[in-house]
């Protein structure tokens, strides 16, 4: 809205006369205002005036000098554009309440016309500030969690490294007999280790999209042990945006049945795992693994470890609320039904964290 330009009053049209509007403006409990045809601030209702504290000559000839000073120019480029090609406006900017407060607010309009002519805007303002104050408090805690976060896994993925190291030392200074479940004991822990890593590497660590994080650990996994003769695959439809809790479980659980597909066969055996994820719209996210391997049997003369693998995912299931039912065979394939937890997707135009 233009301002301290000499007014002229608009005259009445067909569409609805200034008295008429005046009044039905004066009984909305919300702030309107109205302009001429050249942009020119004509009317604004009891409502703007009880906000503003001012008279009705006061804010005609001058309203915009109690817009905040950081937005006045953006608001007012902004009209005059709109203005210009006689389209919907709206904006957000700040205004000076009667108590010398500055508070936010929406401020929308739609152009007015009369037998295909021009009349100008009426327009309406509504307090934002506590929305905006709620979206920026909401966006600083989820900064500070992810912070809090980061330095958590920073934490964790240290000590796992000195664990591998204990483990090894131990490994070969146990008897033979032993040393497989030492051996099997450490890629466990170096499993977690690329779990934790793959968490802390995620551009949003607090709401961690699962395909591009699966995808990511499954090109992990497949290096860390037997390089070269574990392909693991990622199929299905759809992806979803999980919390921390779910994917460190979800990671735990993916790597016990690629490190169980590898115990079981023989080290020229090449082990294939095939995830499948239904991200179906409205329904839970539910995840299908088959694990299987080439052929060929566990040589003789292997030692072998303690079969876990069932507990160990049963375990790391129930911690984050997962349903879990079968073997990840072929026969028998892994079902996973995650939790129905909201998780909020970033805001956009935020920085990721990496």
Known sequence: MSADTPLTEAGPGPAMADDE?????????????????????????EAW?????????????????????DDAAVHAAAFESASAAR??????????????AYRWLLDSAKPVHSDGEFL??????????DRREAREQSERALVEKEALLAEVYHRVRNNLQVMVSLIGLYGRAAPAPCRGSFEALGQRVR????????????????????????????????????????????GGTGTSLVEPRT??????????????????????????????????????????????????????GKVEVPNLGPRLIAAYAAQAEIAAHGLGTRAEPLTLQLPEVLVHPPEEGRIPRR
């Open 21 to 45: 509007f005046r009044r039905f403006a004066d009984f909305v409990p919300l702030m309107m205002w109205r302009t001429d045809a050249q942009g020119r601030a004509v009317h604004h209702n």
């Open 49 to 69: 005036l009880a906000y503003t504290g001012r008279s009705q000559a006061e804010e005609r000839t001058g309203w915009h000098r109690g817009s905040h000073p």
């Open 87 to 100: 389209t919907v406006f709206t904006g957000e900017f700040r205004l000076r309440r009667h108590d010398g």
């Open 120 to 129: 100008g805007y009426v327009g309406t303002c509504v307090d934002i500030t």
């Open 191 to 234: 499993a977690i280790a690329l779990v934790q890593q793959h968490l802390h590497e995620a551009p949003h660590i607090a709401s961690i999209d699962l395909r591009d994080y699966l995808h990511r650990l499954a090109s992990g996994l497949g290096q860390l042990r037997r390089a070269g003769r574990i392909g693991v695959t990622i």
């Open 247 to 300: 994917a460190n479980a979800l990671g735990m659980i993916v790597a016990e049945v690629v490190s169980e597909c590898l115990d079981t066969t023989a080290e020229s055996v090449a082990c294939t795992i095939a995830i499948t994820i239904d991200a179906a719209a409205g329904a839970p996210v539910r995840l299908s693994v088959v694990s299987g391997n080439e052929g060929g049997a566990v040589p003789a």
